[in-house]
């Protein structure tokens, strides 16, 4: 079982910058793959980023690719997302997943290969 906990979100004008964390429990954190996804009000949840087990291989969401960076610290059980250039449309709720399955990028930026999930952090930018 592994416990995810997102910190980080909060208000920002467009062009600003914010970085999430999610703190997983856990002493297996270095075999799964995270992911970050989001959803905005009225939207299905969304992939934006997924990083390998030693980080080294990440995948971005299009509209992402360029301004959002994922990485991990396996020593310090957690996945970050620093997201810059924020824009309006970047507004949803974001949330990290574990996932235990090891798969194709295609197949990792949809929710079905991910096990665990967090609670989720607001992101919301103004314009």
């Known amino acids: 079982q592994v416990q995810l906990v997102e910190s980080g979100g909060g208000l920002v004008q467009a062009g600003g910058s914010l970085r999430l964390s999610c703190a997983a429990s856990g002493r297996t954190f270095s075999s799964y793959i995270m992911g970050w996804f989001r959803q905005a009000p009225g939207k299905e949840r969304e992939f934006v980023a997924a990083?390998?087990?030693?980080?080294?291989?990440?995948y971005y969401e299009d509209s992402v690719k360029g301004r959002f960076t994922i990485s991990r610290d396996n020593a310090e059980y957690t996945v970050y997302l620093q997201m810059n250039s924020l824009k309006p449309e970047d507004t949803a709720v974001y949330y990290c997943?574990?996932?235990?399955?090891?798969?194709?990028?295609?197949?990792?930026?949809?929710?079905?290969?991910?096990?665990?999930w967090g609670q989720g952090t607001q992101v919301t930018v103004s314009s």
């Open positions: 997943a574990a996932s235990s399955t090891t798969a194709s990028r295609i197949i990792l930026s949809t929710v079905s290969p991910y096990d665990y």
């Open positions: 990083i390998s087990p030693y980080g080294g291989s990440q």
